[in-house]
């Protein structure tokens, strides 16, 4: 059993470590145009914050229990929490588990999430938006790239994502109604074209 706890608590670790790595840097290989639906904000910020916190709950009750339960684990704890560096940091960064679990929720589901729908064909797609703001991408990024934001007239929602084509002619296009041509998919949609 204490195997069990062991490996558990070092994938807990590592996990959300490698993923922090990994995802970032297979997003930026395509960097997909992706405009969420109400499913995807419903799934990455409804269910995944009450999922991280049934889990942060249920990993607390397992601890909770093997401390009652293991007299060696009961004097491991007490020697580790003895020192009182150990115990401010445990102090600040117990609220932060939490939120620790959520990330790799959210790391580990929407990238992929948006890659699917990028590599996957769909219903074909287009929606009349307002085009209010493009800016530079910076410099960790091509010279092509322009960070385009739109606004849906009719639900005043503001969407952005980075576009990678016709930079000199999307800059005088600031404040025009633009047709987004893509993909539908379960979560969203991928841009495929931009129409003025």
């Known amino acids: 059993m204490k195997k069990i706890y062991d490996n558990l608590l070092f994938v807990a670790i590592v996990l959300p470590i490698l993923l922090c790595i990994t995802i970032p840097i297979l997003m930026d290989f395509t960097d997909p145009?992706?405009?969420?639906?109400?499913?995807?904000?419903?799934?990455?910020?409804?269910?995944?914050?009450?999922?991280s916190g049934a889990v942060f709950i249920y990993l607390n009750i397992l601890i909770f229990n093997k401390y009652r339960r293991c007299s060696t684990y009961k004097e491991h704890l007490k020697y580790s929490f003895s020192d009182t560096k150990t115990k401010l940091s445990l102090i600040f960064m117990y609220p932060l588990f939490p939120l620790l679990i959520y990330a790799s929720l959210y790391f580990l589901f929407s990238a992929p999430i948006k890659l699917w729908a990028y590599y996957t064909q769909g219903d074909y797609w287009y929606k009349e938006y307002i085009l209010t703001d493009v800016q530079e991408c910076g410099t960790e990024y091509e010279d092509s790239c322009t960070r385009l934001y739109f606004k849906d007239p009719k639900t005043n929602e503001t969407h952005d994502f980075r576009w990678?084509?016709?930079?000199s002619t999307i800059m005088n296009n600031k404040n025009d109604y633009v047709y987004i041509v893509g993909e539908a998919s379960l979560f969203g949609y991928i841009v495929r074209n931009l129409e003025r």
């Open 33 to 51: 145009p992706f405009i969420s639906n109400k499913l995807y904000n419903v799934v990455c910020f409804i269910a995944f914050p009450v999922m």
């Open 164 to 167: 990678y084509d016709d930079k």
